[in-house]
């Protein structure tokens, strides 16, 4: 199969989930399996029945690869594997299998819990997908079958995010799920090396933007939360209990140990020591930095950050309280919030996406009064602030990692059309590669041929090996190859012509010629040898022209001097293989003999 | 033809510190008493003062010096690649890497660098903080007077002291990290990968692929279940050359009963009151021996009994322990899901019961040390670190015991210095490695082509010699034996190479059927040669083309001519072609046919023609090879 197919059924010309389904050598790869978070309805999930319409879609997906624990990546795996069905292998990294659980359930709370949708899938459901997965390591190149071969590399973005690689025979395709090509503050900038892949698929959230860099918004989101407490206010941060909750930790952490802040910090996060436990265990997947230092201190072992005790919500002056769930819609973030938002001096800073129909949702959009079910009514005084710390690739960025991967295509998923288009042109006109960008549900079918993997016996290699190897290095350099094909018993084998008649078992006939041209050259004979020489290897650039006791040869090309001081006789002679240079180097001899070349 | 030396583990021989005098942290008075040793008629005065005697053994009052692998077998500058296996596998490796002109890659995992740099600086650190001023040096030269085990020392004049910190480091920056299950490319002349051994955190066996060979390195391996990842035997089966090394050094001791003598000893000498010293390394069987130790304490009621771990690298130890979960066992990686650490011994410092302190002389060592307790500390030669303190403190009370885990050293040797001893002396050698059943089991498994051993294992252990079953089998695959300090030649014949045929280029290609089965097509293409790979592309001339002035293009399609002309037809085809003055003479080997009126000769053998043209007519030579070609067959 030439054709590798690429089909969005998510994150085609949108950002909301991702879930891209590859067919690369009769295999089929499922990229991500993600969640709308802005849909309450069947939006919500891919549409898996693109797949099939009737039975499990385990007999038409060959694995399922999960680039990191964002929801908008991971949301759909325990509907998929439980619900519609799937029993094939999951792939991701440890870090990942180990924190997407604890988001899906918090996720699984808000939507049955507070929301009452039913049809959703249980706790149980989400432990039981867990069981599938498989977990990857950084560069290991994992066997999925005999015939699909995957690899991960290290991507940025969060704790544990990965970029894949995906090979079948001698095509393969890049994933990046989402990425980060600069360094932040606790994880390292994304890598991969030269692979050459048919495609890249990589994500396009800042397709446009050289963006104002993360350290701009997060000097933004200190100083918004310095002058804040200065001032005496207090500011809520309401996050889930993993990911942007460490990063902000850190950030807060050591700008207080900078500025020598005394104002309390709280951690009001249900898993909190736990949850932080994972980026302890998990450091190898942080930046040199941290892991260099972890021995002495670790990182996220928070000297300035207490836990949060609930009666503190009263405590009268400054402080700065961490606390869950994300997009106030229940629990302590949201009694905190009652509490805190008629008064202007205070501020909330919502650091991710918030639902329709949550508190977080509508305080962004402006309301300046919620109700609640018992008719209680809050004024929203506050200052309500949106802060996102994503760490997605900017245009300088997707163009750098094109460059580090050297891709035979490059695809857009996860990013608005718009801005795709004007990347992709941006792309063709710079790379000189196709670029393509499916919106979902369509399919990008991209060629793929490929140099076909055959033998060459050790004598030739040797021998050209030789060659390349008395010649001074130059890249540009080709050399012409004449040889034979032998294909035998279904096995392919380049060998010089005597070898390779021996190995078909018949006798090679060669064929020589040898022309006589005589020349009016007074002198000694080396001096015309060397003259002739001159002459020869001015006209061959690149090509190996020796001189050797009277006899100049290229190839298989000899010429040799023979004769007196004043009649030289030259003779030229060739193999029938080099027909086109020895006649030339013949008619060229014989110019010089009618006088036309000095 | 690719030519690649590589370089398998560089371990170091350690055995030679026997041979030297403990150095204490504290001045110690029975050792400075020790008197001094000459042989008898000797009255050389160099070697005054660089041996001491001591219970009847002689030992050499100096810096201990270690003894690096033979350097006269290779130049280290040669060297393309290192592989190494664990960080027990690469003690050498600044002797190697620092000052020789070496300029190889050196390939480890990430755990095998991490704990491979703390055990080293550990090593670093004992020696440099009981500087010795004076270095015995004459006592090498008349090793014939010397009373054995140092009479028999191997080639003590090539001993070396230990390198410093900063050789240290410069030699593991060249270390570049590994995943497991990752092909590494090397000069694109070959693959490698790193597979689990199971011995101990990071440590692996190596799989080299050539295009058509397939090399197995297998190197301390374990099949037991303990902390690291299990070991993979599927990537090494089916090798062509399975290289099998690092068996167990005790193998008649079971680690498990070894590990229940073990805890029994701890609880009955803590019952007499008495403490026990284990000489450690700071990493590897400690991990379990906190784990199964804490747990028999506890079910012996003795869980009060605080353990301490002495080590200039506790902390770092204990730190990474926990943080390498992809490296560990599969129960020890699922603790990471819960989130817990994956060793019991992050909690058994945070309820105090693991304490872990850089040296004896550490701030809060005095306050917190009680006895009775267990102390873990290196070194396990007894020669350095603060094994060597306990030993002296603790050597004349019997209620005390010491126990030896760590099969390197033999355990009377390493105490010798220290005789007459009260306390007890217990010899618990735990190691995980493969045994002799294991070994032949694992060797059947994996059905090499060829195996390679040591010379060591194909007879019984000295010590051992009527256990004729402590042996790797021979039978059923080619067996080559190694000696130290020789080379030999392993039997891989290189056929066949891989390369690479654009598909543009291969859609053009002709094959002819010379026979059923065979077909031959010949190719003309461009060679394109890029990190010792080939690729043949479309043929497009030489890049020079466009400024040679003479036309040589399109030697393309150029075809390969075989059998043998008839010359009756050729002459036929001449006549047809308007060439009728062809006389026909036979030669010695065939037939020469001569174009009187063109001064033309044509000399036909069975397996080459020739054409020679007297007058450079190529209008006529031109039209005899046309004519040729017609008359032969072609590919
Ligand atoms: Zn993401």
Redesign the interface.
Known sequence: MQEIEVTPLGAGQDVGRSCILLSIGGKNVMLDCGMHMGYNDDRRFPDFSYITQDGPITNFIDCVIISHFHLDHCGALPYMTEMVGYSGPIYMT?PT??IA?ILLEDMRKVAVERKGESNFFTSQNIKDCMKKVI?V??????MVDSQLEI?AYYAGHVLGAAMFWIRVGSQSVVYTGDYNMTPDRHLGAAWIDKCRPDILITESTYATTIRDSKRCRERDFLKKVHECVDRGGKVLIPVFALGRAQELCILLETYWERMNLKVPVYFAVGLTE?AN??Y?????WTNQKIRKT??QR?MFDFKHIKPFDKQYIDNPGAMVVFATPGMLHAGLSLQIFKKWAPNENNMVIMPGFCVVGTVGHKILNGATKVEFENRQVVDVKMSVQYMSFSAHADAKGIMQLIQYCEPKNVLLVHGEASKMAFLKEKIQSEFKIDCFMPANGETAVIKA??????????KL??S??DH?NSQPPD???????????????SS???MD?DE??E???????????????RLQDPGPVAKTAEHLFGLIS??????NVQLNDLAISVESVLVKVEGTEEEKNVLVSWA??????G??????I?TIDDGEVP | MKEMTIMLDCGLSAQSILNFLPLPLVPSPRLGSLSNWLPRDCNDPQLEGELKECHGRVFVDSAPEFCPPLGKLIDYSEIDVILISNYTAMLALPYITEGTGFHGIVYATEPTLQIGKFYLEELVQYLEQTPKAALASRWKELLHLLPPPLSESFKPRCWKQLYNLTTLSSSLARIQTVGYNEKLDVYGALKVTAVSSGYCLGSSNWVINLDHEKVAYVSGSSTLTTHPRPMDQNALKNADLLILSGLTQVPSSNPDSMLGELCMTVVSTLRGNGSVLIPCYPSGVIYDLFECLSAHLDSSSLSQIPMFFISPVADTSLAYSNILAEWLSEVKQNRVFMPEEPFPHAYLVKMGRLKHFTHIYANGFNTEFRMPCVVFCGHPSLRFGASVHFVELWGSNPAHTIIFTEPDFAYLDALAPFQPLAMKAVHCPIDTSLNFVQANKLVRELKPANLVLPDCYTVPPPSLPHRTDLVIQQADHKVLVMKRGEVISLPLKKKKVKVKLSAELASCLTPTQIKPGVMLSSLTGNLVVRDNHFDIKMFEGSEGDSNQLLPVKSSQNSQFEWGTVNVDLFVQRLNEEGITDAKVEPSPSGYIIHLQNQDTVIQIDDRSTHIFCEEPDQKLRKHLRKVLSECLNKF
């Not at chain 1, 006649?583 to 060229?588: D, F, G």
Request: glycine share 2%; hydrophobic share 40%.
């Open positions: 440890q299998k180990a659980p977990t390591g950084l560069h290991e190149s994992v690899k736990k436990n994972y302890k265990m998990f450091i190898t972890f021995v670790n041929t490929h140099p076909i993997s055959i033998d060459m016996s050790a290699f040797k050209e090996m390349q890249p540009k350099r080709r050399r012409i190859l004449n040889a034979v094909l032998v294909v035998k018993d392919m084998t380049v012509a390779a008649c190995e078909a078992g018949i006798s090679r006939h060669t064929v020589r010629f040898t022309s006589i041209v001015s006209r061959l650039v690149d090509w029938n293989q080099d027909e086109e240079l006649s030339s180097i013949l008619t060229l014989q």
